[in-house]
């Protein structure tokens, strides 16, 4: 399961949070729902995977470059650190800190972007799926509707005529992606992956 569906199915289960709030203040029937298997058929679901798959290769790649470019800075430097004075070698230290704090800055602006990609893509389908859910509370008279697929879930038994995931994809189906969702990549827009920090530069030693 890719960190965006875990994303997306732990939302959800906010939602199955706050019904157990008041299903404890009213009697009525109780149902369940399986985020696992309705998340993949949910319109629009996939090609917003692809496209968050599609961008973290694209921030990988730009990583990538940094990390090389820090690494030519600090292997010319060594080249040459026995043959700078003392002042040139601080000079040229400072200067590779100074870079490796702009990589630095560069990759936590990747990753914040990242973040508020994914959840662009996450809330349309998000808002979708509970408003369908919440629908069907209240046109069966259930008190409350149970998501067996959310992480750490504690069901081990269950009636299955309990289940509405069948009807919540049908209507998920019939409805089509939701409203304002644009799952496409954008030309430009950094990916969805954990930005990984250009590796750390240690002051080189001096030459004696």
Known sequence: MTSFTRATIAALALTAAAGAVAATQA??????????????QAPGFAD???????????VKAQEQKMMDSLNV????YRKVQSTLTPAQRT??????????????????????????????????????IRGIIEG?????????????????????????TLDLTDKVIAKLVAAGPPKGAKPAAKPGVPP???????????????GR
């Open 27 to 40: 009697q009525g029937k109780l149902a369940y729902v399986n985020s696992q298997k309705i998340l993949p």
């Open 48 to 58: 917003a995977q692809a496209t968050v798959e599609t961008e973290a290769e694209g």
């Open 73 to 76: 800075l600090v292997t010319d």
């Open 91 to 128: 000079q040229r230290e400072n200067s590779l800190q100074a870079k490796q704090q702009e990589f630095q800055q560069r990759a936590q602006q990747l990753e914040a972007r990242a973040t508020q990609r994914q959840a662009e893509l996450i809330e349309p389908i998000r808002e979708q």
């Open 136 to 160: 069907l509370r209240v046109e069966g008279g259930y008190a409350m509707i149970f998501d067996i697929g959310a992480q750490g879930g504690g069901l081990v038994a269950v009636d299955t």
């Open 192 to 206: 969805t992956a954990p930005a990984t920090k250009p590796t750390g530069i240690s002051r080189p030693p001096r």
